[in-house]
């Protein structure tokens, strides 16, 4: 399978002047979702005028793309950076993605999703998604911890679309109101028990 990055094609299609621009070469996450489009925004195309609006439009009249997914950067705590979002700038990237759910069929984010993104988890060891995936080097030989950006990320300001999902479902509350992240948190407790009589056996 080929994936090209978003930007890559539409200045293939478009021309350089007119294509929006993308700010990574491949996300990480196209390479596991054949038809997928995914657009990280960065401070740049948050601020750009009708960028979002455009990106999706475009790629949901492309008869290719299943789904579209827009994550957002995520820095490491105290990164000072031109990619950065504001908070403003977060606040607007979430009302825009707010509003174009409802023109954009093939935009995969709910508005669950979009509430974490609005209160994303505090820390590592709060976050479902750190707490439940395992992630490699591209090589396979290291470990990245704790979460797929590794180092010390800043999860106030986390925009990765797959834990604003995970995690807008562990915050989902079954009937009789118990929260699912409950039962997420037990199999984590029931497997480490396992792990350790394995250890001691
Ligand atoms: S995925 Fe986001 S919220 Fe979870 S640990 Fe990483 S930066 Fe923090």
Redesign the pocket.
């Known amino acids: 399978m080929l994936v090209l990055s978003a930007s890559r094609i539409l200045r293939r299609r478009l021309g350089p002047q007119q294509a929006p621009a993308h700010p990574s070469s491949t996300h990480p996450w196209a390479r596991r979702c054949p038809g997928a489009s995914i657009v990280g925004t960065t401070r740049q195309q948050a601020r750009r005028e009708g960028y979002l609006e455009e990106f999706l439009r475009f790629w949901q009249a492309n008869a290719d793309t299943r789904l579209i997914w827009v994550s957002m950067y995520?820095p490491q705590r105290g990164e000072v950076s031109a990619e950065r979002l504001t908070a403003a700038d977060r606040r607007r990237v979430i009302e825009e993605l707010r509003r174009l759910r409802g023109v954009t069929p093939k935009l995969g984010v709910t508005e669950a999703a979009l509430r974490v993104y609005a209160k994303?988890?505090a820390?590592?060891a709060?976050?479902?998604?750190?707490r439940t995936t395992e992630c490699v080097s591209a090589d396979l030989e290291r470990r990245i911890v704790?979460?797929?950006?590794g180092g010390d990320?800043?999860?106030a300001?986390?925009?990765?679309l797959?834990?604003a999902g995970l995690?807008a479902i562990a915050r989902h509350r079954l009937p009789g109101g118990i929260r699912v992240g409950r039962i997420f948190e037990a199999s984590l407790r029931a497997g480490r028990a396992v792990g350790r009589l394995r250890k001691a056996g």
């Open positions: 995520t994303p988890p820390s590592p709060e976050c479902t998604f750190a704790p979460c797929q950006f990320p800043d999860c300001n986390c925009g990765c797959a834990s995690e």
